[in-house]
């Protein structure tokens, strides 16, 4: 037996393949994996839309934001919140792939590979964040039924507001689902504490109509600094809490911090293959 493992070649370490590559692979992967799930794509629209038509209509015009001129009908003022709402469900449902690829065994040979870790981590969440910027970006045809005219610059600003917001929501979505072995624990962890984070957001109502205690937790949440910043950007002259340059500095920061923690959680857990 001595003889005959000493027989077997033992595996050479290979250089690594660099971070370019299989970042950009990875990324490939995930947006086309995304966009062959019809039902998918449909859902991820569909259900904001749904949200906005039904919940503005049904407020109509007996909600008073204070917002003054530009959003007299609730449909005006959901609208940012409508957008984060679809950023928010692309972001982290597209994180799901994290499970569904430990479960297939996908992550296991990506992780035994001479690949970093961090090029696991940029992929995924790149893939994931270019998903929830599409979706977020396409959301803007229907601007106009909501009282906002958009033009080259207002495209680009709102653009680099949903690309950050993306960013940091597809990297805590990543987090949460790396040390995971199950979607059911996943959907449990979105229901109990992202979608709040989405309620606590001013999306739904303004901060500075909300009693103390709320008020403190929305101005702590870092997704009320991207509806503020996409309120102020479609709406300009809407009075809001923060300053547009404070709302773009929270969510780089916010995005910095959840690519850390991403980036950690990777390195410190050690996957699994599935039972």
């Known amino acids: 037996m001595a003889t005959q493992a000493a027989s077997i070649p033992r595996a050479t370490p290979q250089p690594s393949a660099g971070l370019v590559l299989p970042a950009f692979t990875l990324w490939w992967r995930e947006v086309v994996r995304f966009y062959r799930q019809t039902t998918r ?10 949200f906005w038509l039904v919940i503005g209509s049904g407020f109509g015009t007996s909600f008073r934001s204070g917002a003054g001129a530009g959003q007299e009908h609730y449909l005006d003022y959901f609208y940012p919140g409508a957008l984060i709402m679809i950023i928010l469900f692309t ?12 479960k297939e065994g996908f992550l296991l ?8 870790r961090s090029a696991i981590v940029l992929g995924k969440v790149l893939g994931g964040t270019t998903l929830a910027a599409i979706q ?13 005219h958009l033009d080259p610059v ?14 940091a929501l597809t990297a805590l979505g990543f987090a949460i689902a790396w040390p995971m072995d199950s979607t059911q624990a996943f959907h449990g962890i979105v229901n109990l504490f992202l979608i709040p984070l989405w309620l606590l957001s001013g999306a739904l109502f303004p901060l500075s109509g909300a009693s103390g205690w709320i008020r403190i937790i929305m101005r702590l949440n870092p997704l ?27 969510l780089v920061v916010f995005s910095l911090v959840m690519f850390a923690i991403a980036f950690l959680m990777a390195n410190r857990r050690t996957t699994r293959p599935a039972a």
């Open 136 to 148: 977020g970006m396409i959301f803007l045809i229907f601007a106009p039924f909501a009282g906002v």
């Open 91 to 102: 972001s982290i449902f597209t994180m799901m792939s994290v499970i569904e690829d430990r």
């Open 109 to 116: 040979s990506v992780l035994v590979a001479p690949v970093p």
């Open 154 to 167: 207002k495209i680009l600003l709102v653009g680099v507001v949903v690309f950050l917001v993306s960013f």
């Open 224 to 250: 009320t600094y991207g509806v503020e910043g996409l309120r102020q950007l479609l709406y300009p002259g809407t009075p809001t809490s923060f300053p547009l340059s404070s709302d773009t500095a929270t």
């Open 41 to 50: 794509v449909i859902g991820v629209l569909a259900s904001p839309l749904v």
